[in-house]
């Protein structure tokens, strides 16, 4: 074969690329049309039988050279393609997603920025325990200049023969105390049915690991419309987090703050995993406050500190830490709260590093 005749095959070579690439794309505007119909309806992108059904067709039709095996390889490359098409064709229309929005949420409570320009460090006892107990550490709150208490008055635990937590009483605690000493204060809901008193009591209302897909909480924390922290499952992939999120925002609550908080791995070392790179990812992928609990990630008193860096480092908009006035006795987490003196230690490291910046300044106090 001459030079010449390489040349004019493959013009035609490059007629068909053409001819492909054309065919290929008008495929793809199908596919995507498919794609937004199964959203809407909830259909599974993934249509294996479908799939089945195409190469079926395709191999009945093959009459070379490719074989069979070729065509069927060739043609799953292409369904994958549509698939992942399709995925980030519904991730586009997500309420939650950076697409949809582009500048960062703030959540303004108080007087307190979620998301704003300075992370916040979120902070409290596990569990709301007596109205002592949180006093002592929302005085140390004001004195630290800090504006936000978090305290557990409704405790999922691992045993059902471990303290279960104050319920209302434990919420009134929190709200009296918010009250007195103007602190933003924050308490997990597990019940959809307790979800409008507790709006009553609390400013933010938190959305535990445990309950991330429990949907039909989600729904009713979306028609609250109250400010939620939403933790990240202790097996949830960062896309059903955000999915997590979505079903708030889907109901009309967009003041909404994710908190990484470790997930469960084999290493057994730290109690869960922090996946430290959850942060940026939902930074990009999402507008919404990205916050990391170092307490239930970690279960280290001794790796509290270095991880909170690393979390403002990547940027997270804040931290959330557990201090209790005396971790030994406590009622729930006694091996990983903080007492208060540690605690301001980590306050005053965490100012040195720079990564974080007095809330209040002593001036304003
Ligand atoms: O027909 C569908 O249901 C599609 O979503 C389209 C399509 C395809 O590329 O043809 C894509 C993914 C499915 O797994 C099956 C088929």
Same mark, same amino acid.
């Given at each position: 074969?001459?030079?010449?005749?390489?040349?004019?095959?493959? +013009?035609? $070579?490059?007629?068909?690329? &053409?001819?492909?690439?054309?065919?290929?794309? +008008?495929?793809?505007?199908?596919?995507?049309?498919?794609?937004?119909?199964?959203?809407?309806?909830?259909?599974? =992108?993934?249509?294996?039988?479908?799939?089945?059904?195409?190469?079926?067709? &395709?191999?009945?039709?093959?009459?070379?050279?490719?074989?069979?095996?070729?065509?069927?390889?060739?043609?799953?490359?292409?369904?994958?393609?549509?698939?992942?098409?399709?995925?980030?064709?519904?991730?586009?229309? &997500?309420?939650v997603?950076?697409?949809?929005?582009?500048?960062?949420?703030?959540?303004?409570?108080?007087? $307190?920025?979620?998301?704003?320009?300075?992370p916040?460090?979120?902070?409290?006892?596990?569990?709301?325990?007596? #109205?002592?107990?949180?006093?002592?550490?929302?005085?140390?709150?004001?004195?630290?200049?800090?504006?936000?208490?978090?305290?557990?008055?409704? +405790?999922? =635990?691992?045993?059902? #023969?471990?303290?279960?937590?104050?319920?209302?009483?434990g919420?009134?605690?929190?709200?009296?105390? %918010?009250?007195?000493?103007?602190?933003?204060?924050?308490?997990?809901?597990?019940?959809?049915?307790?979800?409008?008193?507790?709006?009553?009591?609390?400013?933010?209302?938190?959305?535990?690991?445990?309950?991330?897909?429990?949907?039909?909480?989600?729904?009713?924390?979306?028609?609250?419309?109250?400010? $939620?922290?939403?933790?990240? %499952?202790?097996?949830?992939?960062?896309?059903?987090?955000?999915?997590?999120?979505?079903?708030?925002?889907?109901?009309?609550?967009?003041?909404?703050?994710?908190?990484?908080? %470790?997930? =469960?791995?084999?290493?057994?070392?730290t109690?869960?995993?922090l996946d430290i790179?959850?942060?940026p990812?939902?930074?990009?992928?999402?507008?919404?406050?990205?916050?990391?609990?170092?307490?239930?990630?970690?279960? =280290?008193?001794?790796? &509290?500190?270095?991880?909170?860096?690393?979390?403002?480092?990547?940027?997270?908009?804040?931290?959330?830490?557990?201090?209790?006035p005396?971790?030994?006795?406590?009622?729930?987490?006694? +091996?990983?709260?903080?007492?208060?003196?540690?605690?301001?230690?980590?306050?005053?490291?965490?100012?040195?590093? %720079?990564?974080?910046?007095?809330?209040?300044?002593?001036?304003?106090?």
């Open positions: 074969m001459s030079q010449d005749q390489v040349e004019i095959l493959r +013009k035609q $070579v490059d007629e068909i690329n &053409l001819q492909i690439l054309e065919l290929m794309n +008008k495929r793809a505007g199908l596919v995507q049309e498919i794609g937004q119909e199964k959203l809407k309806q909830g259909i599974n =992108r993934f249509d294996p039988e479908r799939e089945r059904e195409m190469l079926n067709l &395709l191999v009945e039709n093959n009459n070379g050279p490719f074989t069979d095996d070729t065509v069927r390889h060739l043609f799953k490359q292409i369904f994958q393609a549509s698939l992942d098409l399709q995925k980030s064709d519904n991730k586009k229309v &997500l309420l997603s950076r697409k949809k929005k582009a500048e960062d949420t703030v959540i303004t409570i108080k007087g $307190v920025e979620f998301g704003g320009t300075s916040i460090l979120i902070s409290g006892p596990c569990s709301v325990e007596s #109205y002592e107990q949180v006093r002592e550490v929302a005085e140390n709150h004001v004195k630290r200049g800090l504006r936000t208490l978090r305290g557990g008055a409704y +405790k999922p =635990r691992t045993s059902p #023969y471990d303290f279960q937590g104050l319920g209302v009483e919420l009134e605690i929190l709200k009296r105390i %918010g009250d007195e000493f103007n602190l933003v204060t924050i308490s997990e809901i597990v019940t959809p049915s307790d979800l409008e008193l507790a709006a009553k009591y609390v400013d933010v209302i938190q959305i535990g690991a445990r309950n991330m897909q429990n949907f039909e909480l989600l729904k009713a924390a979306g028609r609250l419309g109250h400010p $939620v922290l939403l933790k990240r %499952g202790l097996a949830a992939t960062i896309e059903e987090f955000i999915y997590a999120a979505e079903y708030i925002l889907s109901e009309g609550n967009s003041q909404v703050m994710l908190c990484e908080r %470790g997930i =469960r791995t084999y290493e057994k070392a109690r869960n995993t790179s959850a942060v990812l939902l930074k990009q992928e999402t507008h919404l406050p990205v916050f990391v609990d170092v307490t239930h990630s970690t279960g =280290r008193r001794d790796l &509290l500190l270095p991880c909170a860096k690393a979390g403002l480092a990547v940027g997270s908009d804040g931290i959330m830490v557990e201090v209790h005396d971790p030994d006795v406590a009622l729930s987490d006694a +091996k990983q709260q903080l007492n208060i003196p540690q605690f301001n230690k980590m306050v005053d490291d965490l100012l040195a590093s %720079g990564l974080y910046k007095q809330e209040i300044p002593v001036a304003a106090r």
